[in-house]
């Protein structure tokens, strides 16, 4: 019997299924800030509304939806740094780049993301976006 080919996450991990899918289908709460915002990046990738607002703080959740339009084609992802808060462990930073194109045009989003578990579960708080340097 052939086994299955696996298909790669679009964070860049090499398995959908034992990267960022255990999170956004398999219910599993990711155990590290970096790894719910790879799953998030993966998130918007597919459209997958309802997983971008239940790992959205409650505090600073839109109403409004929050996945892209059609015509956003999410190219690539780099994680840049990942800084747990040493004094509680509660608390990280996950700086990313993300790259995307719209109607032809490549584009780079910037952020440093503000993350914090809460009952065992992280939660993207906000993010700030530092200027092009």
Known sequence: ???PQSTACPCGGKDYAACC???IEGGVPAPAADLLMRSRYTAYVLRNEAYL???WHATTRPAEPVAQDDDMKWLGLDVRRHVPNAEDGDRATVEFVARYKIGGRAHRLHEISR???EDGKWFYVDGSFPEKT
């Open 1 to 3: 019997m052939n086994k």
């Open 53 to 55: 607002k239940a790992t």
């Open 21 to 23: 899918g255990r999170f």
């Open 115 to 117: 993350f914090v578990r």
